[in-house]
């Protein structure tokens, strides 16, 4: 497939780094999956069917070479390479979104965060739960304990008007995961405790 795309927006290597896929941006957000010992695709597909809808982020399957998760606005796909060729994967429908993050939890569990502050918790391509960054409840199952659905995250502006808290990054780490909302504020939830903490900047 011919692209047009002149500048990548985000990259990721298989997990034996054998393979890499490069998401390139506007117009036409061509990925393509690579060989990475012959430098040379394999197989493409357009991500975004849109040219102003944007694609932020890609990443693979922890424990497949072959699978791997696209989000942007209004797009969130996970995508199968075989012989020669990228299927998405059906995933249950939710209604659009602008999807700036994700991280896989585990081989079939992806949490993925939004401009709204939502987060939303997919295992198996079925949405299981959603709840909002620096509520006081956090999930249970999204690494293993705690759940509730929240109200929202704002924060507010010197004219006293609330402004929506976007999930900028979210990782996995050893203990549960971690998630940036700006402004230098990092939360952390960890599983099978109670405990959540928020880290702000020193000022």
């Not at 409840?137 to 004219?159: F, K, V, Y």
């Not at 900028?168 to 959540?196: D, W």
């Amino acid at each position: 497939m011919p692209w047009q795309s002149q500048q990548y927006v985000s990259l990721a290597f298989s997990p034996d780094s054998k393979y890499l896929v490069s998401q390139g941006a506007r117009p036409d957000w061509t990925l393509l999956y690579w060989a990475w010992e012959k430098s040379k695709p394999m197989a493409s597909v357009r991500t975004s069917t849109n040219v102003n809808n944007e694609v932020y982020q890609i990443s693979f399957n922890p424990n497949d070479n072959a699978q791997f998760c696209v989000v942007g606005n209004g797009v969130f796909k996970i995508y199968k390479y075989n012989e020669g060729s990228l299927k998405a994967n059906p995933i249950q429908k939710i209604e659009p979104q602008n999807f700036l993050c994700h991280s896989w939890l585990s081989e079939d569990r992806i949490l993925v965060g939004t401009d709204t502050g939502r987060m939303l918790l997919f295992e198996g391509q079925e949405h299981k739960k959603d709840f909002y960054v620096n509520s006081p409840a956090l999930p249970e199952n999204t690494t293993g304990e705690r759940a509730g659905t929240t109200g929202q995250q704002s924060d507010t502006s010197e004219s006293g008007t609330k402004t929506l808290t976007p999930v900028l990054c979210v990782t996995k780490y050893s203990k549960g995961f971690l998630c940036s909302a700006g402004n230098g504020v990092v939360t952390c939830t960890r599983k099978r405790t109670n405990e959540n903490c928020t880290r702000k900047p020193e000022k």
